[in-house]
């Protein structure tokens, strides 16, 4: 059974960073695509990042230049590193895991950016 655990949440001001992990288990981690979405109050789940198995690596217009998705297979964790935060990026943030036909979620990490 997979599992995605994400943890590096948390409060933070403007103009700070944060680094999200989520580890992984139960899957095949390398051949994976794994992406970041984030959900705030009153909208849309949304993709923010997103990396392939290849480590080819996509971004949200909204985050381009300020967030870096990253992956190390021998720890079965992908990373979000995020700078320059802004108060329109607080949102709970969902670790997934896509396989052919199904993608799996975790839980998700409160992230809330402070003006």
């Known amino acids: 059974q997979v599992q995605l655990v994400e943890s590096g949440g948390g409060l933070v001001q403007a103009g700070g960073s944060l680094r999200l992990s989520c580890v992984a288990s139960g899957s095949i981690f390398s051949i994976n695509t794994m992406a970041w979405y984030r959900q705030a109050p009153g909208k849309q789940r949304e993709l923010v990042a997103v990396?392939?198995?290849?480590?080819?690596?996509n971004y949200a217009n909204s985050v381009k230049g300020r967030f870096i998705i990253s992956r190390d297979n021998a720890k079965n964790t992908v990373y979000l590193q995020m700078n320059s935060l802004k108060p329109e990026d607080t949102a709970v943030y969902y670790c997934s895991e896509s396989i052919p036909q199904y993608t799996y979620w975790g839980q998700g990490t409160q992230v809330t950016v402070s003006s």
């Open positions: 990396v392939t198995s290849g480590a080819n690596t």
